[in-house]
């Protein structure tokens, strides 16, 4: 699904501008208030998991909890999620997300980083069945973690600061064109929800 532009001019300002990429970033989408309800009902309506995936020929365990919601079954690193339903805060952010992005979710991939030791290793989301171009919203709740971009082919790296209650939109190329990743840190940090909507065809 294709990121289309808005109409009124003063949302560019978001937009971030990187070669084969379309970015836009919103740190304050959720007021404090929104971003801290939002944590406290997420981190007790889901049924957070570690699951394992194949990596090198072995199954490791990743370094965060995740679950899985929406419409449609998901699969990644030979790991296959079926859905949980949506919950009331979940349908709530994606409708909200939808809006500014005018792009349509149907599925949410949930991460649980407990510490500065749990981490997102570098990957790309182009699995099949997100399609060529896929549009993915990411939602930031909790402490704030490093996020970075690295172009696979000309090393080029983009770093932000992913804070309480932000919205990080990739659309375009991002996902044929670059790694991303959530780097592990020896600072102490509390915990992090992050909310990646997205749409399974």
């Given at each position: 699904?294709e990121?289309?532009?808005?109409?009124?001019?003063?949302?560019l300002?978001?937009?971030?501008?990187?070669?084969n990429?379309q970015?836009?970033?919103?740190p304050?989408?959720?007021t404090p208030?929104q971003?801290?309800t939002a944590?406290?009902?997420?981190?007790?309506e889901l049924?957070w998991q570690?699951?394992?995936?194949?990596?090198?020929?072995r199954?490791?365990?990743?370094?965060?909890l995740q679950a899985?919601?929406?419409?449609?079954p998901y699969?990644?690193?030979?790991?296959?999620?079926?859905?949980?339903?949506?919950?009331p805060?979940l349908l709530?952010?994606?409708?909200?997300?939808e809006?500014v992005?005018e792009c349509?979710f149907?599925?949410?991939?949930?991460n649980?980083?407990?510490?500065?030791?749990?981490s997102?290793g570098?990957h790309?989301?182009?699995?099949?069945?997100?399609g060529?171009n896929?549009?993915?919203?990411?939602?930031?709740?909790?402490?704030q973690?490093?996020?970075i971009?690295?172009h696979i082919?000309?090393?080029?790296?983009?770093?932000?600061?992913?804070?309480?209650?932000a919205?990080?939109?990739?659309?375009?190329?991002t996902?044929?064109?670059?790694?991303?990743?959530?780097?592990?840190?020896?600072?102490?940090k509390a915990?992090?929800?992050?909310?990646?909507?997205?749409?399974?065809?």
């Amino acid at each position: 699904m294709e990121y289309s532009l808005f109409s009124d001019s003063s949302d560019l300002r978001s937009w971030i501008e990187l070669p084969n990429s379309q970015l836009l970033y919103i740190p304050d989408f959720l007021t404090p208030q929104q971003a801290d309800t939002a944590f406290s009902n997420l981190r007790e309506e889901l049924n957070w998991q570690q699951e394992a995936i194949q990596m090198f020929g072995r199954k490791v365990l990743q370094p965060r909890l995740q679950a899985w919601h929406g419409d449609k079954p998901y699969t990644y690193s030979g790991l296959s999620l079926t859905p949980e339903p949506w919950s009331p805060e979940l349908l709530r952010i994606k409708q909200r997300c939808e809006a500014v992005s005018e792009c349509e979710f149907n599925s949410v991939l949930a991460n649980l980083y407990r510490s500065g030791q749990d981490s997102m290793g570098w990957h790309q989301d182009n699995e099949p069945e997100l399609g060529l171009n896929p549009a993915i919203a990411s939602i930031s709740l909790g402490e704030q973690r490093r996020f970075i971009l690295r172009h696979i082919e000309t090393r080029q790296k983009y770093e932000l600061e992913l804070s309480h209650g932000a919205l990080l939109v990739m659309a375009g190329e991002t996902q044929r064109y670059w790694q991303h990743s959530v780097p592990k840190t020896a600072k102490p940090k509390a915990e992090r929800i992050n909310l990646t909507f997205r749409y399974i065809i």
